[in-house]
């Protein structure tokens, strides 16, 4: 079974910051995700990529299939990007292994 | 399409009692994945669908749990005898195929 690690377990950023959420695993994958979890619950899918690099708005995400490495970056940070991002990998057909998560809390 | 709904939000009850669950996916998505989750961890597989067929169960699911997608659409979780151990969000997702899956809102379940 894949092991997923991610780093810190917890940030604290100031508003304006330039954020990175790190995320490694142990076993070769077809694809990863990063996810973002509101309190309360909710998830929302950020991203999925099997290479490369990904941006949407201020978010950007890159993986290094090689050292089996991904990143999270989140510039000029706002505190209503707090919030817990989770990262998961997926070998093949077999289901969804997720971190434990990064709690972030941007302050103002 | 108002996304992947659950319900309900929250649920209490006593240890040794039965709770069922309910979700019902984004309609035009084949697959229906059920995770738990417990406080502080990410979440963890227990079961998915594509259409009515149960393709995969976690060995998290005991044989208390059962899972049913009778027509493809909606999908049920029951815990029978429920222990203080199952305390836990239960998420709900869909996807089409292989694609982007989409989480509920999840239920909160709480065991006394």
């Known amino acids: 079974k894949n092991e997923v690690e991610q780093s810190p377990q917890n940030l604290t950023a100031q508003e304006g910051e330039f954020i990175t959420i790190n995320c490694s695993y142990s076993?070769?994958?077809?694809?990863l995700h990063w996810l973002q979890q509101h309190p309360g619950g909710g998830i929302v899918s950020l991203f999925m990529?099997?290479?490369g690099k990904k941006k949407h708005g201020r978010l950007i995400a890159t993986i290094n299939i090689q050292e089996k490495h991904s990143s999270l970056h989140i510039t000029a940070s706002h505190p209503r990007d707090s919030a817990v991002y989770i990262c998961?990998?997926?070998?093949?057909?077999?289901?969804?292994?997720f971190g434990k998560g990064t709690r972030l809390s941007v302050i103002a | 399409d108002t996304g992947v709904s659950q319900n309900p939000r929250h649920k209490i009850t006593k240890r040794g009692q039965n709770v069922t669950f309910r979700c019902d996916p984004i309609s035009e998505h084949n697959r229906l994945y059920w995770y738990r989750q417990t406080l502080g961890q990410g979440p963890e597989f227990l079961t998915y669908?594509?259409?009515?067929?149960?393709?995969?169960k976690s060995r998290l699911l005991s044989d208390r749990f059962s899972a049913e997608r009778p027509k493809g659409s909606f999908s049920t979780l029951e815990i029978q005898r429920t222990e203080q151990g199952d305390s836990a969000m239960y998420l709900c997702?869909?996807?089409?195929?292989?694609?982007?899956?989409?989480f509920g809102p999840g239920t909160r379940l709480l065991v006394l």
């Open positions: 076993v070769g994958i077809s694809a």
């Open positions: 997702a869909s996807s089409w195929h292989e694609e982007t899956q989409y």
């Open positions: 990529l099997s290479s």
């Open positions: 998961a990998v997926k070998e093949g057909n077999t289901p969804l292994v």
């Open positions: 669908f594509q259409n009515e067929a149960q393709l995969e």
